[in-house]
């Protein structure tokens, strides 16, 4: 496989329910990206992980945990979500952090219904 | 602070009509980048172009052309003779060079479709 892979696709769960979306690249990247695209807001920036850190946590509610345990590998653990965190989460890599000049590859996301 | 505007929601042309599509920004770097992005059905958003702050000469890649105006913040792309395939969710977006880790600033996107 190519690019950025997004597991799984589509992904339905009630508020007391806990799931894991799962991110691989295999561009050889040493950054990760979580983004939230929801219907009424511009796409939001979560999280970034660089060389398996985290450098930043865009204010995400602690119902969100990211993990990366390596470069290639990014995790989102959810667990009782509400009904407004329904969107399409995309995951995306970039070489490295810390330059506007990034230019980032995304995956074509996790779409999440919460009931 | 940064922010990236697209004032168009939705254009709707007809297939090899020219279309272009809005981009405003803010910032107060003097070197930043300004993206494009294509987002079809399938979901994932695909790079179209990069440009920093201090070239602001147009380019043109086949059907697609960029016009990057500095004195009046604008970032256009054009499509010209557009097709079907061009229909998708198009997104410019903003990146100050000594912005929070490269983050993307991205406007709400324009819905451009094509019809036959």
């Known amino acids: 496989e190519t690019g950025v892979t997004q597991t799984p696709r589509h992904l339905v769960m009630g508020m007391t329910n806990k799931k894991s979306l799962k991110c691989e690249q295999h561009?050889?990247?040493?950054?990760m990206y979580w983004y939230k695209q929801s219907a009424k807001k511009p796409l939001e920036l979560m999280f970034v992980?660089?060389?398996?850190?985290?450098?930043e946590n865009n204010s995400v509610p602690s119902r969100f945990s990211p993990e990366c345990p390596n470069s290639s590998h990014l995790f989102l653990h959810l667990h009782t979500l509400q009904p407004e965190d329904s969107a399409l989460y995309l995951c995306?890599?970039?070489?490295?952090?810390?330059?506007?000049?990034?230019?980032?590859?995304f995956g074509a996301g996790s779409r999440l219904t919460v009931l | 602070a940064q922010k990236v505007t697209q004032a168009q929601t939705e254009i709707s042309v007809v297939e090899k009509e020219d279309v272009t599509l809005d981009c405003v920004y803010e910032?107060?770097?003097?070197?930043?980048?300004l993206f494009w992005y294509k987002q079809p059905p399938s979901g994932e958003l695909v790079f179209l172009i990069r440009?920093?702050?201090?070239?602001?000469q147009n380019e043109i890649s086949g059907r697609y052309s960029w016009n990057f105006q500095k004195s009046t913040s604008s970032f256009n792309f054009t499509i010209t003779a557009s097709q079907v395939v061009d229909s998708a969710v198009y997104f410019c977006?903003?990146?100050?060079?000594?912005?929070?880790?490269?983050?993307?600033?991205f406007g709400k996107g324009t819905k451009l479709s094509v019809k036959p």
């Open positions: 992980y660089n060389f398996k850190e985290q450098t």
């Open positions: 995306a890599s970039s070489p490295r952090t810390g330059r506007g000049a990034n230019v980032l590859t």
């Open positions: 440009r920093n702050s201090f070239d602001e």
């Open positions: 910032t107060r770097d003097t070197t930043y980048y």
């Open positions: 977006a903003l990146s100050e060079d000594g912005g929070s880790q490269g983050n993307l600033i």
């Open positions: 561009l050889g990247h040493n950054a």
